[in-house]
């Protein structure tokens, strides 16, 4: 029986699409081995929307080549950076057999049955139908509604290497969720990559979303990512309308000043972004707000970044995700005149995370001595403690309870550190 490793870098659907092709293999025969030295394929599922994320996959890739020695598994690169550079991985990885890009993972177990070198990167038009994941986050789980994008913000190449956007079918999605209920998933998160987009007939993703939330009254459902620029009063009125829609949104912003918003071609202005996340804060109090941030997009001056800071400094986001830009060849943006020193992208960078940090402790302390409802996810780090999710999705350490994974436990809120906060069961 051959066995299989894999290792998944980058976003949830990258996790999503592991589970995925662990499915494609285990229907194939194959079995998960306990690591890479015990493997007879070893994968790596790559992230490419930021050249650290590709760099860091790649480096993997490279590290590959002992164990290659060693054993000599077959070795594939999955993912995004598959997808966009295709074939010219197998000249510049003598050790990596096969290149699949994610819409033709399910001709994977042929490709390794044929057992000559070779990539695949043709995009497709479907979402995984027919595939049986193997889930690895119990009693989390993602179920996917729409792969793709066709939104073209000027930095990102996920349309490129994703493809154009297509929706599932309500029904598979419903099936799906109701089938992980019913085997103990207790949380589940919709995927897109602009989950608003999301389309079957007359049904759009408020509609979805509340289906979904009236199917599995005993999950938490969450959703990721949500576009600003789509993101409206339908949406905000399902969130409000079920009591297992958890009240915590992923908004990214990307850059509060609207020249920059212009040039990334996100097709919302500053002022709208905040009627918006206002509208949102008005219809569910206490809503946990995240957002993306990008320090030193092209052309961005020291205005243009204050404007960014001063977003941050008036939404009070939660919990803020930051980098700083990375060209993506190809992107409209990575030809902009304008480039920023890379050292400069940095110092603005540590400015916005000094400024969110702070903001994200603040915000985490004024939770010391309230009881909040959490999902336990599994042990924590130290004996005696257990990890958990509220639903605003902070991370909870609890200490001096037994629980299995897919308890709901409240817990009084003792201390925070950032976005990790510590209790007691209630
Ligand atoms: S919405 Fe923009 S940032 Fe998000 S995946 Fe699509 S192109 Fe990339």
Not at 250 to 274: K, T, V
Not at 402 to 410: C, H, K, Q, V, W
Request: proline content about 7%; some cysteine.
């Amino acid at each position: 029986m051959p066995f299989y490793h894999i290792e998944v870098y980058g976003c949830q659907m990258n996790v999503r699409d592991g589970e995925s092709l662990e499915g494609i293999l285990v229907s194939a025969g194959y079995r998960k081995a306990p690591g890479p030295d015990k493997a007879d394929v070893v994968l790596v599922v790559t992230c490419a929307v930021r050249e650290r994320a590709e760099v860091r996959a790649l480096g993997r890739v490279t590290q590959l080549a002992g164990v290659r020695r060693r054993r000599k598994p077959v070795v594939v690169i999955c993912g995004c950076v598959a997808q966009e550079h295709g074939g010219s991985l197998l000249e510049r990885f003598p050790q990596v057999d096969l290149v699949v890009g994610p819409d033709e993972y399910q001709r994977l177990p042929g490709l390794l049955e044929s057992g000559v070198r070779a990539f695949a990167t043709g995009l497709g038009s479907g979402c995984d139908e027919g595939v049986r994941p193997v889930r690895s986050m119990f009693p989390r789980a993602f179920v996917t509604v729409a792969r793709g994008c066709d939104n073209f913000c000027s930095y990102c190449i996920v349309p490129y290497v994703r493809g154009r956007e297509r929706s599932r079918k309500p029904r598979d999605i419903l099936a799906e969720v109701e089938e992980l209920a019913s085997s103990g998933f207790r949380e589940i998160t919709l995927l897109g990559q602009n989950v608003n987009s999301y389309r079957d007939g007359g049904t759009g993703f408020p509609e979805l979303l509340s289906m979904v939330a009236r199917a599995v009254p005993e999950c938490w459902i969450r959703f990721v990512t949500s576009h600003p620029r789509d993101f409206g009063p339908e949406l905000t009125e399902a969130m409000a309308g079920r009591p297992n829609i958890c009240p915590a949104l992923h908004l990214p912003a990307q850059s509060g000043s609207d020249r920059i918003l212009e040039r990334m071609n996100r097709g919302y202005a500053r002022a709208e972004y905040l009627a918006k996340t206002a509208m949102v804060r008005e219809r569910i109090p206490g809503i946990v707000l995240s957002t993306d941030m990008i320090a030193g997009f092209p052309g961005e001056t020291d205005s243009d970044f204050h404007d960014s800071l001063s977003l941050l400094s008036e939404v009070r986001f939660d919990y803020g995700f930051l980098f700083r830009y990375s060209e993506r060849s190809g992107t409209a943006a990575a030809g902009m005149p304008g480039s920023v020193p890379v050292p400069e992208r940095l110092s603005r960078l540590h400015a916005m995370q000094e400024l969110q940090n702070r903001i994200t402790r603040e915000k985490s302390s004024l939770l010391r001595g309230k009881t909040l409802p959490v999902l336990i996810t599994g042990p924590g780090s130290l004996e005696g403690q257990l990890t958990g999710r509220t639903p605003g999705n902070r991370t909870v350490v609890v200490t001096g309870a037994d629980a299995p994974p897919g308890t709901f436990m409240n817990v009084l809120i003792s201390r925070a550190d950032g976005w990790t906060h510590f209790g007691e069961k209630a």
